[in-house]
């Protein structure tokens, strides 16, 4: 089956639109970043490296979180967050176990919840206005062995408050969970800084905090990724990744030691954030101009509107709109349990150079090409 993010590349391409679809970034990270690359690809390392990192990357992540976490027992090298979050819960689920994750989600967390044999049980973020938000209310009561955490969220852009995030915590100590946080958009935040569950109390002991160079160093395809969580949980999370990919790309894993350690030293995530900022805005405007609803992301880089047109079936809506105003968004659909709940929903995504953003704005504010939205 052809997925979300191919049919409508395919689409964009037909009618010649801009692609806010796919969630990957246009540009390649910084140049810093690539030198490392090809003196490491020239060099070596060319062969397996240690399964759980090489030492030079596992202390470069040690630093690059403060020292929160030990590069001997703590911390391990993965092939992209993904790897991440398939050996965490891999290695945490029974099966049958229900796992919690907020809804909407990143759409490939139902499969990777079942292909570890467990159950995904769907918590509804709500709109409130031009934001999303979680009521602890709507936690279930029983029965959840973990809750798979994203926040920064894909695709809503909400950022728990300190609220939300006490009561997450709360719940997961109550109910004795285990906590699986996806925090790849962890350096893109817009107001609040970004604070891991991880750091609440009694939440450390029982996080498994999932990450990856894929959109802090953007650099997707080069699938380095790690995951920081205490020993217990770090020693049985290894026991999976060893068997799955051993390690992760050997000569990239030194071009992400330099990268982080470069763009700690020379404040780079701060000026990422900020190039995001105009784009966010950029796409904010447009959007509201050309009549859509959308909600203001706290964090990441995706925004979710809400097409002009009430129970729009969102595969209907962006092909209107990418005949109408020359803008591929991305439907909904797969990242909801339901379909029916996606009716309306199109994430547009910011992480494209400027003047592909500028694009986007003239062609969703100026005249319509054909038709209407
Ligand atoms: N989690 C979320 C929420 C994502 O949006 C993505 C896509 N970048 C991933 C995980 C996958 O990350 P990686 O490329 O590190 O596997
Ligand atoms: N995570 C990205 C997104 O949500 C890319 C996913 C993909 O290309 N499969 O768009």
Redesign the pocket.
């Given at each position: 089956m052809r997925?979300v993010?191919t049919v409508t590349d395919e689409l964009a391409g037909r009618f010649d639109a801009v692609n806010l679809g796919?969630?990957?970034p246009d540009f390649g990270g910084p140049s810093p970043l690539h030198a490392a690359a090809a003196r490491a690809v020239r060099d070596g390392p060319h062969q397996y490296v240690a399964s759980e990192g090489t030492r030079e990357l596992r202390a470069a992540l040690a630093e690059h979180y403060a020292g929160a976490y030990d590069p001997d027992t703590e911390i391990t090298v993965t092939a992209g967050a993904t790897e991440a979050l398939r050996c965490a819960l891999a290695s945490v689920l029974a099966p049958g176990d229900g796992v919690l994750i907020p809804e909407p989600c990143?759409d490939a967390y139902p499969p990777l919840v079942r292909s570890c044999g467990g159950r995904p049980v769907p918590v509804p973020l709500r709109r409130e206005g031009d934001r999303y938000v979680l009521d602890p209310a709507d936690l279930p009561v029983a029965g959840a062995r973990a809750l798979l955490l994203n926040a920064p969220h894909?695709p809503t852009g909400w950022m728990p408050g300190e609220a939300e995030l006490a009561a997450l915590a709360e719940f997961a100590v109550r109910h004795d969970l285990v906590v699986v946080a996806d925090e790849v958009y962890e350096q893109l935040w817009y107001g609040e800084p970004h604070r891991s569950v991880a750091t609440l109390p009694g939440m450390r002991e029982r996080t498994i905090v999932c990450s990856s160079a894929s959109k802090t160093l953007s650099v997707c395809g080069w699938r380095v990724g790690w995951a920081l969580a205490p020993a217990r949980l770090t020693a049985a999370l290894r026991d999976v990744h060893r068997f799955t990919t051993f390690c992760a790309p050997a000569p990239l894993q030194a071009a992400v030691a330099a990268g982080l350690r470069w763009a700690g030293e020379t404040g780079w995530f701060a000026a990422q954030r900020a190039e995001y900022a105009v784009r966010r805005g950029l796409l904010l405007d447009a959007l509201e101009a050309a009549g859509w609803s959308p909600a203001r992301p706290a964090g990441a880089f995706f925004v979710l509107a809400r097409t002009p047109v009430t129970g729009d079936d969102p595969f209907e809506a962006n092909d209107r709109l990418v005949r109408s105003r020359g803008v591929a968004g991305?439907p909904m659909t797969t990242f909801h349990s339901r379909p029916e709940r996606a009716a309306g929903l199109l994430r547009f995504?910011f992480c494209k150079r400027l003047p592909v953003m500028e694009d986007a704005h003239r062609r969703l504010t100026g005249s319509l090409v054909k038709g209407d939205v």
């Open positions: 997925d993010y796919r969630g990957v990143y894909n991305l995504a």
